[in-house]
Each structure stands twice: as C-alpha cells, then as structure tokens.
C-alpha cells in the first residue's frame, strides 16, 4: 500500500501524507494479487476526491513505480469472470498483449491504458 501510496503522489500530484490511509479487502481476495494495485489507486483517488468509481467499471492491473501499467497474467479469466458479473468496462495493462481485442467480450468494454493517470482521467474526468 505504501508504494502505491508513493506513485500516486509522485505521478498524480496527490498529498497523501497529511491523511490516515485505511484499506478493507473484502473476503476471498489474495493481497498478494499485483491485479489489485489499479483499483486500490482508483479508490485512493475516489475516496480523497469522494467521487466515487463507477460500479460497472473494474480494473486489472499492476502500477508500478513510474505509473506505468504492468500486464497480469490470466487476463482472459479475469475478463470472462468481469463479463460473468455484470461489470461493462474493464481497464487493463496495453502490455498484456497484442490479443487483447480478441479477448474482448460482447458485453464488456475493455480499456487498455499504459500509464496509471490515463486510468484516473478516464474515471474521474
């Protein structure tokens, strides 16, 4: 947490440093999961702004030091299982592969982003 902490105000110009930063994983998450680092950004980002994430919007991807986007692998699972429920729009790593418009679903709408601000701007304007 601390080192997404660090991008966000290093790569998005937040001053996180004079605020308490609490994170709830609901059960049956692994926090070992690199997925997991775009959507912790996001909800840092939407709880110090209180804008909140859209709720058919998911995300699946690493951040790493320079804000860039890491791919992940099993992105065609995380994809079917997103589809599966109910979500329409999905941000990903552009790194995960040349196929990602061949792992697109009909249902769901999937961003490829390289950069940890791009993903900001598309969910928070």
């Given at each position: 947490l601390q080192m997404l902490l660090a991008v966000l105000e290093k790569r998005a110009g937040l001053r996180l440093g004079q605020h308490d930063v609490f994170l709830n994983i609901a059960g049956g998450l692994r926090l070992d999961d690199p997925a997991l680092d775009a959507a912790v950004c996001a909800a840092v980002v939407s709880s110090l702004n209180d804008l909140p994430i859209p709720g058919d919007v998911c995300l699946a991807a690493?951040?790493?030091?320079s804000g860039e986007?890491?791919?992940?692998?099993?992105?065609?699972?995380r994809l079917a299982e997103a589809e599966k429920l109910g979500f329409k729009e999905m941000y990903?790593?552009?790194f995960n592969g040349k196929n990602l418009g061949e792992q697109a679903r009909s249902s769901l709408?999937?961003?490829a982003v390289g950069r940890l601000d791009e993903v900001l701007n598309g969910l928070f304007g």
């Open positions: 690493e951040v790493g030091l986007m890491r791919a992940v692998p099993r992105l065609d699972q990903v790593s552009q709408r999937v961003q």
